[in-house]
Antibody, heavy 118, light 111 residues
Framework: EVQLVQSGAEVKKPGESLKISCKGS????????IGWVRQMPGKGLEWMGI????????RYSPSFQGQVTISADKSISTAYLQWSSLKASDTAMYYC???????????WGQGTLVTVSS | QSALTQPASVSGSPGQSITISCTGT?????????VSWYQQHPGKAPKLMIY???NRPSGISNRFSGSKSGNTASLTISGLQAEDEADYYC???????????FGGGTKLTVL
């Protein structure tokens, strides 16, 4: 069974750094792109970026380029999303999702809620 | 502003059918047969309901169907049930990005 399991909720202060994770199981993790999706409170879904764990090829949406860093460690089947300096506007639910062929999001993680508040 | 346009809300009574539209351009919806639909219940992760315009993943009810005409894709839900009440998002491959693009989402209310 394919599963993506994300790390738990985080509460941070503005300016702090953060790295959240997404661990895949039940399939060949290096062989499928993993994307990150932001959902701000009460809002819709936004693709942030995507990584191919096999060679760490990474692409970012223009809106998120330079704002976050996406990485992966194929040896432990885990993808990451990190911030170097959080802002209150980063408060959102973040999902990881697997891409299979032309379908981006055939499986999803359960989400990680990030709250940034002073 | 989302790249794909969906109605903000639709509603229907149990047993009825509803259709949600998703309008893009020739660079995304109109140019490729790579439209997906996702269902999201409150507090839950999105769930893939339709891929490649009209294909259902294993385990998805045949009450859900997808189609496309020109730059507009559609999701039809027949025999509405209370459990179908959720937000629905379309997504399409786009030639302008490695990433797909989402619609703004449609809230389905079952009356």
């Amino acid at each position: 069974e394919v599963q993506l399991v994300q790390s738990g909720a985080e509460v941070k202060k503005p300016g702090e750094s953060l790295k959240i994770s997404c661990k895949g199981s039940g399939y060949s993790f290096p062989s499928y792109w993993i994307g990150w999706v932001r959902q701000m409170p009460g809002k819709g879904l936004e693709w942030m970026g995507i990584i191919y764990p096999g060679d760490s090829d990474t692409r970012y949406s223009p809106s998120f380029q330079g704002q976050v860093t996406i990485s992966a460690d194929k040896s432990i089947s885990t993808a990451y999303l990190q911030w170097s300096s959080l802002k209150a506007s980063d408060t959102a639910m973040y999902y990881c999702a697997r891409r299979s062929g032309t379908t981006v999001g055939d499986y999803w993680g359960q989400g990680t809620l990030v709250t940034v508040s002073s | 502003q989302s790249a794909l346009t969906q109605p903000a809300s639709v509603s229907g009574s149990p047993g009825q059918s509803i259709t949600i539209s998703c309008t893009g351009t020739s660079s995304d919806v109109g140019g490729y047969n790579y439209v997906s639909w996702y269902q999201q219940h409150p507090g839950k992760a999105p769930k893939l309901m339709i891929y490649d315009v009209s294909n259902r993943p294993s385990g998805i009810s045949n009450r859900f169907s997808g189609s496309k005409s020109g730059n507009t894709a559609s999701l039809t839900i027949s025999g509405l049930q209370a459990e179908d009440e959720a937000d629905y998002y379309c997504s399409s491959y786009t030639s302008s990005s490695t990433l797909a693009v989402f619609g703004g989402g449609t809230k389905l209310t079952v009356l």
